[in-house]
């Protein structure tokens, strides 16, 4: 119930609306009766001052660089937790107990096989097809395969089908990497954890063992955890968006990945470690930094800047401090890329644009250079965020569809073309 009103005056009249809190964060406006009452619309391209729904799921303080998922802060969930677990706490709200915990990871570990005949699907891509085209592409298909989970008003449905979408993920997106660089696909073993086998089956091949790397499974997992949900982000946006219309849950989450795959969003990570490689030295790094900071160059430096963060992104200082874990578990002492990362992040920091700007590295900054270090090529980059973000997907449209208050998401407009006007016959054009 609100406790508090906001006035608005407009064409000479005086409107009240609901005022409401929540646990934390920004007090909301509730401007649902706005048009009903006063014939105009709010106007918020971007939406930078719109809250979408009510979530108990993720908050996020931009100001202090906070991120809790179900109240948790994400570095403890990522130093002492397990991707599957924080795959629990999204869907069910509570971290899970022992006997919970053992039989979430059973039914995801027995789902990770796919329809062999999704096999085929794969072999109507190009060989040098970007990995999340074919990602779009295979897991809108999936509706095609599981009809028995796409009934959305079915909660035992609804269950089985983001069981599947976890569970299957790394298996497809192992698979498009497979197709992608001209081996065979790997099949899921039962033995191993999520990261483990997700990591086997991107890099064992037939012709000798694999043995999993742990310090690099438990990098994997923590990258997982970092990605896994972010609030009301653009691609859990359009999940919530198309799951609005009742579209079934493998449309959806199609329909995020598209959304992802964008530079300005998940396919950051991508561009970021690009443009590291084009920066190539340290001595190149005063010129980018003017470019960054050119209105009239359309360059960004990508993995800087967030729209809700305004301070450091918790999940860049762990991505940083797991970076340096896995080129030091490899060996690697002198990638040139990381020097010049560092260096660019010393030189932004305290550089009056990007300060007064309030532009920090985001998680995107240092991902590319420690996926890369553990053997993905760049175009595999926004795959595996989508991978992780899929349990962030899922657990937002899984709350969507069982808020009572949900409708289809219908946005409207400021019309700036022409009035109604006359058609005009060709021979008087
Ligand atoms: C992700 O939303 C989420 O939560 C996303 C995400 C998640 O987990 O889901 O966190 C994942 O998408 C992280 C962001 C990855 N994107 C990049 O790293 C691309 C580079 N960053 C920018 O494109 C930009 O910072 C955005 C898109 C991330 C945010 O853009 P906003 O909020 O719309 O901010 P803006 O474009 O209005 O920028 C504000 C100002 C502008 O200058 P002015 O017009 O005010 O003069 O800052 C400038 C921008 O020109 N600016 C940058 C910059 N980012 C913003 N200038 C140089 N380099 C940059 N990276």
Not at 132 to 155: E, K, L, N, Q, W
Not at 207 to 212: F, L, N, P, Q, T
Not at 315 to 340: F, N, S
Not at 351 to 371: A, C, M, Q, R, W
Request: proline share 5%; net charge negative.
């Amino acid at each position: 119930m609100s406790d508090t009103k906001a006035k608005l005056a407009l064409g000479g009249e005086s409107y009240e609306f609901d005022v409401h809190s929540g646990t934390l964060g920004p007090d909301v406006i509730d401007i649902s009766s706005l048009y009903a009452s006063t014939g105009a619309f709010t106007y918020d391209p971007g939406f930078t001052s719109t809250a979408s729904c009510e979530s108990d799921i993720t908050f996020i303080d931009g100001e202090k660089g906070v991120l809790l998922h179900r109240g948790y802060p994400i570095d403890q969930l990522a130093e002492k937790g397990s991707f599957l677990e924080t795959c629990y706490l999204l869907l069910y709200g509570e971290l899970p107990n022992k006997s919970q915990m053992d039989d979430f990871e059973h039914r995801v570990t027995h789902h990770t096989m796919v329809h062999e005949q999704m096999n085929r699907f794969f072999t109507g891509f190009r060989r040098d097809a970007h990995p999340m085209a074919i990602m779009c592409g295979v897991i809108g298909a999936m509706s095609a395969f599981y009809h028995d989970s796409t009934d959305i008003s079915d909660p035992r449905q609804r269950m089985i089908a983001s069981l599947r979408m976890i569970a299957k993920m790394p298996t497809i997106a192992a698979m498009a990497y497979k197709y992608h660089v001209g081996q065979p696909f790997v099949y899921p073993k039962n033995d191993l954890s999520y990261s483990a086998n997700f990591l086997r089956m991107c890099f064992a091949v037939p012709c000798e063992e694999y043995a999993v790397n742990p310090v690099l499974a438990r990098a994997m997992d923590r990258i997982f955890i970092l990605h896994a949900d972010h609030e009301q982000n653009a691609s859990t946006s359009t999940v919530r968006l198309a799951g609005s219309s009742g579209a079934n849950p493998f449309a959806c989450i199609a329909a995020g990945i598209a959304c992802l795959w964008g530079p300005a969003h998940g396919g950051a990570n991508e561009a970021a470690l690009n443009m590291l490689s084009e920066i190539g030295s340290v001595d190149q790094i005063p010129e980018y930094i003017d470019r960054a900071k050119d209105k009239n160059d359309p360059f960004r430096l990508m993995g800087f800047g967030h729209r809700v963060y305004k301070n450091y992104d918790p999940r860049a200082k762990i991505m940083q401090k797991t970076c340096h874990e896995v080129l030091g578990e490899l060996g690697i002492t002198d990638d040139p890329l990381l020097d010049v990362a560092m260096e660019l992040e010393k030189i932004a920091l305290t550089d009056e644009y990007f300060v007064e700007k309030k532009l920090y590295p985001n998680i995107d900054f240092y991902s590319g250079i420690t996926l890369k270090a553990l053997g993905f090529p760049t175009t595999m980059f926004t795959v595996l965020f989508a991978l992780a973000r899929t349990v962030g997907w899922i657990a937002q449209w899984k709350e969507m569809i069982e808020d009572p208050r949900q409708k289809i998401g219908r946005p409207r407009q400021l019309y700036t073309g022409a009035p109604q006007r006359d058609y005009v016959p060709m021979d008087k054009r």
